[in-house]
């Protein structure tokens, strides 16, 4: 009897052993496939987020394009008047002038501003640096080489921007260069009366 109590609590114990691994293999692969489903749920949103960032690079892309043109629509009608009212009367105002050189090397002009003795490079930006005005000036220095037509004709600079940066209107004036600014839905010279502007 006694023996037979024992073999029926080890073979219990047995069952109740089995039925407990059989319940952690099944909670084992249920947490496999759990995870199996959390990482593809993960791929899944990885991907849609990278799908987005793309596309919303693409839109900035194309903003950045058209807010280029949004500026330039606004510059260049308003050259017109205000060179005029400097003393450089306008004859014809360009957009996007382009020139190429041997070499790779190419100039392009945001807005060109002419008269029968003169002509204005615009250099036009959302927001305006520095730097900005300092690359228009090496473009400046070097636009005769570009566009030997004009070799005859004084060369004057502007830059525009709806921002400015911070001592940025100060830098070009006191380089010569005429700065426009915005003025509501217009531009308007940041100039004072005594500006004189360089001829390049």
């Given at each position: 009897m006694t023996q037979a109590l024992a073999f029926d609590d080890i073979w219990r114990m047995f069952q109740e052993t089995d039925r407990k691994f059989q319940e952690t293999d099944r909670k084992f692969q249920e947490m496999v496939s759990e995870d199996r489903e959390r990482r593809a749920?993960?791929?899944?949103?990885?991907?849609?987020?990278?799908?987005?960032?793309?596309?919303?690079?693409?839109?900035?892309?194309?903003?950045?394009?058209?807010?280029?043109?949004?500026?330039?629509?606004?510059?260049?009608?308003?050259?017109?008047?205000?060179?005029?009212?400097?003393?450089?009367?306008?004859?014809?105002?360009?957009?996007?002038?382009?020139?190429?050189?041997?070499?790779?090397?190419?100039?392009?002009?945001?807005?060109?501003?002419?008269?029968?003795?003169?002509?204005?490079?615009?250099?036009?930006k959302s927001v305006l640096t520095v730097e900005d005005v300092r690359e228009h000036m090496v473009r400046l220095a070097e636009f005769k080489e570009f566009f030997p037509e004009y070799a005859d004709k004084r060369v004057f600079g502007a830059v525009a921007g709806i921002v400015v940066g911070e001592h940025t209107d100060r830098f070009a004036i006191n380089n010569g260069l005429f700065v426009m600014v915005q003025a509501g839905d217009s531009m308007r010279l940041a100039n004072d009366e005594c500006f004189v502007p360089i001829a390049w």
């Open positions: 749920e993960l791929d899944r949103k990885f991907q849609e987020t990278d799908r987005k960032i793309k596309e919303v690079s693409q839109q900035i892309g194309r903003l950045g394009g058209r807010w280029g043109e949004f500026v330039e629509g606004m510059v260049a009608p308003a050259c017109e008047t205000l060179f005029a009212e400097k003393g450089i009367p306008v004859h014809k105002v360009s957009r996007q002038v382009r020139a190429k050189l041997s070499g790779g090397r190419h100039m392009e002009i945001d807005v060109f501003v002419v008269n029968t003795d003169a002509v204005v490079l615009v250099e036009v």
